[in-house]
């Protein structure tokens, strides 16, 4: 395990800008998973622990996004000539155009020369993020060698693909090196795609690496929400609850309204973990029940659990009369029940929806199953946009979506975070 101790004197240099003298964290060993972010004092719901800017950024440049936006400010361009005169084969504003930044980003590519400097292409934008990487100073490229990098199979191939768009691609072995280093960091704990980013907590739509932040620990529920300054992109990290001094100050890699099987899956796929937080080591999720359904024993009003062992396949328990059901059985009525609520998304009725979600849907489902939550939502978002045919009946279903929602989230030991916030004004709206 690399020395927390270098791993704080690092990320002190880089956030030297947010220098305080009497810091609410520090960079420890963690039961979790090697090293963590633990709080140095007690800190208040709301408060905030830290700040962090990130040491690289560039445009995701996803095949699916629109590529002309400007790879230094990221605002939207023109429908054409939005390319760099230079050819260097990066959209870029007349702005920033001008800049040092853009000129050390126009420099390196040029240099490896472009095979069409001219047509934006995803693979290159999105390489621009870890090239970047190169012109680092040796403090923070030892910065990027001591955060957590899964070198799977696969980190490789963003680089190699980057490599074929260009002539004379450098040899250099620790170009390579820095790079492909670079990607599994940020795949690690980077942000990249805002789906993989939990529902309580901002989105980000670009590409980064947050250092402090990179080293937090994941907890399905964590004491800790993030938000971000839109114009500098430097995030705040504040505390969701009361934490101890000395508490291990931990976020979430995953959705919060997803059961304990989904969360698994995409914690196992993704980051090579098996979490073992107290919500995953309960069947009933901290009796929040998001997993549950009905048993299938007609004679029996229970609700039935994954057992937590034998993941992602395991079997299911009834908590009233302790029949077993295989999870196939039980996947194949959660997708019954979950087309169902889909069926009626789709429809485009704002107003079947609500009196479905309302009065109806709870007799095949709990209305505390995560297809449900997820629905809610969506008529949340719908009636505070008020734009479509509801009364004030169904528009006052509103207020007791919003209040279920919440008391799940109280179940769950959340506290604050940017969800809760938007419920909390949607009620009073």
Not at 18 to 33: L, M
Not at 284 to 308: H, K, L, W
Not at 313 to 320: D, G, I, R
Request: net charge positive; aromatic share 8%.
């Amino acid at each position: 395990m690399i020395c927390p101790k270098r791993t704080s004197e690092l990320i002190d240099l880089h956030l030297a800008p947010f220098k305080d003298k009497d810091p609410a964290w520090e960079v420890g060993v963690s039961k979790i998973a090697g090293r963590g972010v633990f709080a140095t004092r007690d800190l208040k719901r709301g408060e905030i622990i830290f700040r962090d800017m990130p040491l690289i950024i560039g445009p995701a440049a996803r095949k699916e996004d629109t590529l002309n936006m400007c790879t230094m400010c990221f605002k939207m361009l023109p429908d054409t000539k939005f390319m760099c005169r230079q050819g260097c084969s990066l959209p870029i504003c007349a702005l920033c155009g001008k800049k040092k930044e853009h000129k050390a980003d126009c420099d390196l590519l040029k240099s490896w020369g472009p095979n069409e400097p001219d047509v934006a292409n995803s693979v290159v934008i999105r390489l621009l993020c870890v090239a970047r990487a190169i012109n680092l100073t040796k403090d923070q490229r030892d910065l990027i060698y001591c955060l957590q990098a899964n070198l799977d199979n696969n980190h490789r191939t963003e680089v190699r693909n980057g490599a074929k768009c260009f002539k004379n691609f450098p040899n250099d072995k620790k170009i390579f090196e820095i790079m492909n280093r670079t990607v599994a960091v940020l795949r690690t704990n980077g942000f990249d795609e805002t789906s993989e980013r939990t529902n309580d907590n901002q989105e980000f739509f670009y590409r980064a690496l947050f250092p402090l932040f990179a080293v937090m620990n994941h907890d399905c529920v964590p004491n800790s929400y993030y938000t971000f300054e839109e114009k500098t992109n430097i995030m705040t990290a504040r505390a969701s609850v009361d934490i101890p001094a000395g508490t291990e100050i931990t976020t979430t890699y995953t959705k919060l309204f997803t059961g304990n099987i989904a969360r698994h899956l995409f914690l196992k796929m993704k980051k090579t973990f098996t979490c073992k937080c107290a919500r995953c080591s309960d069947p009933t999720e901290n009796g929040a029940f998001i997993s549950a359904q009905y048993c299938r024993d007609p004679n029996c009003s229970g609700m039935t659990v994954p057992e937590t062992k034998g993941m992602p396949h395991p079997n299911w328990n009834c908590l009233v009369c302790k029949q077993k059901s295989t999870n196939p059985q039980m996947v194949k009525a959660q997708d019954l029940a979950a087309g169902a609520i889909s069926a009626k998304l789709n429809s485009n009725s704002l107003k079947s929806l609500v009196l479905y979600l309302r009065d109806k849907s709870s007799s095949f489902i709990p209305d505390s199953n995560y297809a449900v939550i997820d629905a809610k939502l969506i008529c949340i978002r719908r009636l505070a946009a008020g734009k479509e045919d509801c009364n004030d009946e169904e528009a006052a279903t509103k207020v007791k979506f919003c209040q279920d929602i919440i008391a799940i989230m109280d179940k769950l030991g959340l506290g604050d975070c940017l969800i809760r916030t938007y419920l909390d004004t949607e009620m009073t709206k």
